[in-house]
Structure formats: structure tokens, C-alpha cells
């Protein structure tokens, strides 16, 4: 099976940047579209980036568009988040996800959590003001 790790995450203040990261195992990891949710205390897990299994593609909410970045290597078996200007409304934890069944549905469906079949633990995100 497949396992996601993340790190990267900590206590920033609000401007600053953050790079986290998210190791995968068990399985080859460059074949799997990969995505970036957030999850407040108390709020629905929130699409914030994906990015496809070749790395060719890439998604981004709304929100974050122009400031975070993903990326993968595939050589690492780890992709990443960059995260710039950070306020402190992005506070949350941070979980990364696998596609592993590679189903095509659209490129919409990458901002949806049911797309995705294996998730991490999280790693916390605390932007101060």
C-alpha cells in the first residue's frame, strides 16, 4: 500500500513563506496525480493545489493562485508546496493525497477530495498576524 507523509509545517508569521513536503512509499510514486487540502478546526477539507502524475499539469484554488506553488520529484518520491505571502486565514492543517486509480474524469476533478484515495496524516500550518 501506499503511505503519505507530510512535513514542512510550523509557526510563521503572516508574509512569510513555507515549503512543505510529502514523502510517499510502498508504491511507484511518479505514476499518481497528487493533490494539497487544507483543513481549519471546524471547517470542510479545502482544495489548495494538484498537480498531475507526469507533472505537466498543475491546478490551483482561487485563492492561492499566484502565491503557492506545487511541484513534484518523482526521483524523491515526494512533492511539494510553496507557499508564499501566507496570512492567517491559511492556518489549518495540510494534508496531502495520492490518485492511485488514475481515472480521468475531467480537469476539475482533481480539486475534488473524492478523487484522491490515500491520504497523509497532516502537518500543522500556524500563520501569525
Known amino acids: 500500500q501506499v503511505q503519505l507523509v507530510e512535513s514542512g509545517g510550523g509557526l510563521v508569521q503572516a508574509g512569510d513563506s513555507l515549503r512543505l513536503s510529502c514523502a510517499a512509499s510502498?508504491?511507484?510514486?511518479?505514476?499518481?496525480?497528487m493533490g494539497w487540502f487544507r483543513q481549519a478546526p471546524g471547517k470542510e477539507r479545502e482544495f489548495k493545489a494538484a498537480i498531475s502524475w507526469s507533472g505537466g499539469s498543475t491546478y490551483y484554488a482561487d485563492s492561492v493562485k499566484g502565491r503557492f506553488t506545487i511541484s513534484r520529484d518523482n526521483a524523491k518520491n515526494t512533492v511539494y508546496l510553496q507557499m508564499n505571502s501566507l496570512t492567517p486565514e491559511e492556518t489549518a492543517v495540510y494534508y496531502c493525497?495520492?490518485?492511485?486509480?488514475?481515472?480521468?474524469?475531467?480537469?476539475?476533478?482533481?480539486?475534488?477530495?473524492?478523487?484522491?484515495?490515500?491520504w497523509g496524516q497532516g502537518t500543522q500550518v500556524t500563520v501569525s498576524s
Open positions: 510502498g508504491r511507484t510514486f511518479s505514476t499518481y496525480a
Open positions: 493525497a495520492a490518485d492511485l486509480k488514475g481515472i480521468y474524469r475531467g480537469s476539475y476533478w482533481y480539486t475534488s477530495p473524492r478523487k484522491y484515495d490515500t
